[in-house]
């Protein structure tokens, strides 16, 4: 199964890479905002591990998962999965399935017995944390900046899979694991190269890249198990009668339920976390109730695939955090 893997160059010397200083002290990746785009094939686990093995020592390189759209525009551009709003530039990368895989595992709690630089230790027990299907599949196990500075192991553990595999079908399949999930949306940066040590501190770990044999793929579940759960009925939006629901309020309300409802996979978070900041004004000023703005929210939010812990979690923290818009006069008085 032959496969490509996108490849983000920096320009303007912009590093992909964190920075180590004395005292394990771990400065964060360059705001990188222009970068090449390169379409490198990959055949299977041996020829990712051979790219990634370069790839280590290039600190303005890391990998997406989205595809090119347009080959003739890959030099010098953003990374864009969506039509930019504010500039007007034109998205530059698309969705695709792979048959590689990287996971995050950020933080896996570390048995006491296996020292950080036990690469193949560190990941068996990680492993454990992930479905069956992983743990008898060759690995290759790469330790992240923060592994043996930071509590836990820190790692990103690529493998092969069994047949092309979208990011949202990964997301669902995965859902609950320590997982970053992150990493399965298009543009999202996959980090590959070592740490950059500032001047006399030296790597804390002996190698940061090792293969750790197996069956040469991880058996996917099929497309019908991953398939996304059919849409629920979206609930009726209350009406402008009801109490505390003035037909301001209720166009807000209604218009914020819409663009959860049309937010895309990646922006659905977001989407949700924006439109209850700016509703809670509206509860704020008696134009809504709290219970008919989450009953709401939650179910345009099921709807499109959200989990109820998740809006859950989103209302609450937007209630202690409104937006800071103020309504039209002739709205409160």
Not at 38 to 62: F, G, Q, Y
Not at 295 to 315: D, K, N, R
């Amino acid at each position: 199964m032959t496969d490509t893997i996108t490849i983000l160059r920096a320009c303007r010397g912009y590093r992909l890479a964190k920075l180590i200083r004395a005292g394990g002290v771990v400065e964060n990746y360059d705001a990188g905002f222009i970068f090449d785009l390169i379409s490198h094939p990959v055949a299977d686990l041996d020829a990712l591990h051979r790219l990634l093995h370069r790839l280590l020592r290039r600190p303005e390189c890391a990998v997406v998962r989205g595809v090119p759209i347009d080959p003739d525009r890959c030099a010098g551009v953003r990374r864009l999965a969506h039509r930019c709003k504010r500039s007007g530039d034109e998205p530059t990368l698309r969705d695709a399935a792979h048959g590689w895989l990287a996971l995050d595992l950020d933080g896996v709690e570390r048995p006491a017995a296996v020292p950080a630089a036990d690469l193949p230790a560190c990941a068996t027990a990680a492993i454990q944390r992930l479905p069956t299907a992983f743990c008898a599949a060759a690995v290759i196990i790469q330790a992240t900046a923060s592994h043996g500075i930071k509590p836990g192991s820190r790692l990103r553990l690529w493998y092969w899979l069994s047949r092309l595999t979208t990011g949202s079908e990964l997301t669902r399949w995965l859902r609950g694991t320590p997982v970053d999930v992150a990493v399965f949306r298009p543009v999202q940066p996959i980090y590959t190269a070592a740490p950059v040590f500032a001047p006399d501190v030296h790597d804390h770990l002996p190698e940061r890249i090792t293969l750790l044999p197996g069956m040469p793929t991880v058996t996917v579940p099929t497309p019908e198990a991953l398939a996304p759960p059919p849409p629920r009925p979206t609930p009726p939006m209350p009406r402008p009668t009801n109490a505390g629901a003035g037909a301001y309020a209720f166009a807000a309300l209604a218009n914020a339920a819409s663009r959860v409802q049309q937010a895309g996979i990646g922006q659905r978070h977001n989407t949700m976390l924006r439109e209850a900041r700016g509703l809670v004004r509206f509860i704020n000023a008696g134009l809504l109730t709290q219970s008919v703005v989450s009953e709401t929210l939650c179910g345009v939010g099921i709807s499109a695939g959200m989990p109820e812990a998740e809006i859950e979690a989103i209302t609450a923290w937007a209630t202690d955090h409104p937006s800071g818009a103020a309504l039209p006069e002739s709205v409160t008085k």
